[in-house]
């Protein structure tokens, strides 16, 4: 088999168990990456790698890991380099809604989200770029999101979420000097489980609600999974070494102010 993209790279996504985190994983293993599968229940995070690895003909390792909690991420990362060799891309892609209006809001609601989205991306960061820097390499991808512009019943996830583009650009400063680009990818409406979950909340099927949304988005359809990889696959691609600190939008048409 002849070289391809990420031959030779390996790549850790969180959140890979299904979902934009695992079309992203699938990405990086179709182009010949070595791929960690990280997310919450080990059962499902190796079925998902057991999956990759027979598909795409390549390393695929599933580890379980809450990238909320400082120990979990490190026992992670430790595992990761063991078994791929090192870390030269990482992916912060683990999420969690908990969609409520502000005074129905539980101190649990914020902290739970704002745990997941950034302690989750501060502690694999951390953890990662030991790596990078010691090898003078790496790509770290952030997943922020369209609601970071303002969504009513979002005020925790879109906060978060713009607190990722923040934590984006702050990081490309300090790491740049390591070859480390870090950009963030801002998916607008993709199909998956958080969205089919979301319909259902407001009372519509997932295809009605699908539709309805379509409907609103320039390029006159809702995302796919393989939409959010794609961009994530060429950020963390040598093809774009001079793009950093940049959150590109990933979301069928130029975002506008609504509401
Ligand atoms: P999803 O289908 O709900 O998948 C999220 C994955 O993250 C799940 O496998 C989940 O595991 C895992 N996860 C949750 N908490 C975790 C933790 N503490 N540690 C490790 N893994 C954890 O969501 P998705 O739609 O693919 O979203 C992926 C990312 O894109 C998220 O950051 C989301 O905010 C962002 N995003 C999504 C959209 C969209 O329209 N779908 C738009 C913009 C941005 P469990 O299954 O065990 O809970």
């Known amino acids: 088999m002849g070289e391809k993209r990420f031959s030779g790279r390996r790549v850790v996504v969180t959140g890979s168990a299904r979902g934009i985190g695992r079309a992203t994983a699938e990405r990086f293993a179709e182009d010949g990456a070595a791929v960690a599968v990280v997310d919450l229940d080990?059962?499902?995070?190796?079925?998902?790698?057991?999956?990759?690895?027979?598909?795409?003909?390549?390393?695929?390792?599933?580890?379980?890991?809450?990238?909320?909690?400082r120990e979990s991420v490190e026992a992670m990362a430790e595992e990761v380099a063991q078994r791929l060799g090192g870390i030269d891309v990482l992916v912060n892609n683990a999420g969690v809604t908990r969609d409520n209006l502000i005074h129905k809001m539980e101190?649990?609601?914020?902290?739970l989200v704002m745990g997941v989205h950034l302690r989750g991306a501060f502690l694999c960061t951390r953890a990662a770029q030991r790596h990078m820097v010691r090898q003078n390499y790496g790509k770290i991808c952030n997943i922020s999101s369209t609601s970071a512009l303002g969504n009513r019943g979002q005020v925790n996830y879109s906060t978060a979420k713009a607190g990722l583009q923040g934590f984006t650009r702050s990081l490309a400063l300090e790491l740049g000097r390591f070859n480390i680009n870090v950009n963030a990818v801002?998916?607008?409406?993709?199909?998956?489980?958080?969205?089919?979950?979301?319909?259902?909340?407001?009372?519509?099927?997932?295809?009605?609600?699908?539709?309805?949304r379509a409907k609103t988005i320039a390029i006159g359809r809702v995302g796919v999974p393989r939409d959010v990889a794609n961009l994530v696959c060429f950020l963390c691609s040598d093809e774009a070494g001079f793009?950093?600190?940049?959150?590109?939008?990933?979301?069928?048409?130029?975002?506008t102010r609504r509401g």
């Open 42 to 69: 080990a059962a499902t995070a190796a079925a998902t790698a057991a999956e990759i690895a027979a598909t795409y003909e390549t390393q695929a390792v599933g580890i379980a890991c809450d990238v909320s909690v």
């Open 107 to 111: 101190d649990e609601d914020w902290d």
């Open 186 to 212: 801002a998916p607008g409406f993709i199909d998956t489980e958080m969205t089919q979950l979301t319909a259902r909340r407001l009372g519509h099927e997932p295809e009605a609600y699908r539709q309805m």
């Open 243 to 255: 793009v950093n600190g940049q959150v590109v939008y990933a979301s069928g048409g130029p975002e």
